[in-house]
Structures are given as C-alpha cells and as structure tokens.
C-alpha cells in the first residue's frame, strides 16, 4: 500500500513511531480529542500503542493512518486515513484530526481531498464514509464542503468516553 501522499501545502506519510512525541501534543489537546473515540492522552506511550496499533491494522489492510506534515514548516500537524476498509464491499471509513493551531485554514480538506483520491484511483474504494457527531460543526464543514451527502443519524451509536452518543454518517461515492 503507499506510503506517502503530496498535496499543494501538504506531505501526508504512513505513520511512524518517530512521530509520537508531535502527535502526543495533538493528541493531548482536550479541544482536538473532543470528538474523537478517545480521551485526551496523559502519556506518550499511548501514543506508540496507538501507533502500533495502525501498524498492525494497516499490516492486515484493514486501516492506514496518515501523519500530516505542513511543508513549508516541516511541523506535524495532524492525522488521517482510513479507520476502516471494507474490501467486499469496496468501502472505507474515513478519519482525521489536525492540531488547534491549524484549525480553520483549509488542511483539513485538503488532506481529505487527498486521501479520497487516493481510495478511488488506486484502492479501487467506490463509497468512503464519515462518521460525525452532530455537535462537531467544522468537521461536518469539511465533509459538505467536500460534497458527501448526509445520510441520516444513527441514536446512540458508539459509546466512549463512559457515555453514548449520536453519530452522523456522510458518504462519498466514486462517480
């Protein structure tokens, strides 16, 4: 599977455990993990289980995740990928999470951008979904800008965090 994406702005990699120390600043960040399936991290060996796991998911091509990397700072500044793939059904899940600092500056739909042309023109993928909570208004900013269609609201679909919540689901097909 590849390993690398370029973008305008962007250099999106598979990864590695060299990125722990940046992605702990992140992923420590209450306002980043708020919506996120997990709780802010404490510690940066959570971030290298976190990371393991990818590798192991990716090794299974079940999932890949992405470090973000500005260009022209060289600074991680985030993570995306696939949490998720569906070979039968050729679907994927998608996923992603930028540092505060870059919130609001157009990373996230660019790596996105990426990331969708990278599962409809080499992972043969045809439908690429988003699962979102409603409260997370400029998550849902970045998937309608990229034209996914809202689907519906599954009530109480995941528990994390030691509570259940909503889960918006958007789609992407390749067309």
């Known amino acids: 599977m590849i390993e690398q994406i370029y973008t305008k702005r962007l250099y999106l990699r ?28 404490t510690h940066e060996e959570q971030v290298k289980e ?3 796991l990818f590798d192991d998911l990716n090794v299974e091509r079940k999932a890949i995740r992405f470090t973000i990397i500005e260009k022209e700072s060289n600074e ?26 870059y919130w609001g500056k157009g990373y996230a739909p660019e790596s996105i951008s990426a990331l969708i042309d990278f ?24 998937v309608e800008k990229l034209n996914f269609t809202f689907e519906g609201t ?22």
């Open 50 to 52: 976190m990371i393991e």
């Open 119 to 142: 599962a409809f023109t080499t992972l043969n993928i045809n439908r690429i979904e988003a699962k979102i909570e409603p409260g997370n208004i400029n998550s849902i900013k970045v």
């Open 14 to 41: 598979k990864m590695k455990m060299a990125d722990a120390h940046s992605l702990f600043n992140i992923w420590s960040d209450p306002e980043v993990t708020k919506f996120m399936n997990i709780t802010n991290f």
């Open 76 to 101: 991680i500044i985030g993570s995306c990928g696939f949490n998720s793939f569906d070979v039968d059904n050729a679907s994927a899940e998608i996923g992603y999470d930028l540092a505060k600092a």
């Open 154 to 175: 599954f009530k109480e679909y995941e528990e994390s965090k030691e509570s259940s919540y909503d889960i918006n689901v958007y789609s992407l097909f390749n067309s």
